[in-house]
């Protein structure tokens, strides 16, 4: 049995509860803090983004947050052999830029 990455919070049922504003179950939108990227959107996608943004009163980040954590959930159930890869990709990243700490721990 592997272990999906992106198990832990169902930030889209969250967001569903939000936008069907059943304040009695788990309705907080994800911490959206850390690193800032540009995207893109076209309008269809854009104009959804918003629209639900709207419904669940979260914002733009917090809606796209939500989305991409539940796409790498999905992508990951479907194709474990890529979250594997991606897994040991970022750890690889993470000891790089920690070379020095991680050997002073030794």
Not at 14 to 39: D, F, H, K, W
Not at 52 to 61: D, P, Q
Request: glycine share 4%; charged share 20%.
């Amino acid at each position: 049995m592997r272990t999906n990455p992106m198990a832990g919070p169902s930030y889209i049922t969250a967001l569903r509860n939000a936008v069907e504003q059943n304040r009695a179950a788990y309705c907080t939108p994800p911490r959206t803090g850390g690193r800032q990227m540009s995207i893109r959107l076209d309008d269809f996608l854009l104009n959804h983004v918003e629209a639900v943004a709207e419904l669940a009163s979260w914002n733009r980040s917090e809606v796209l947050y939500a989305i991409a954590h539940y796409g790498l959930f999905a992508l990951y159930e479907n194709a474990p052999q890529i979250a594997e890869k991606a897994v040991a990709s970022i750890m690889e990243k993470f000891k790089a830029q920690r070379a020095d700490e991680l050997g002073d721990a030794s």
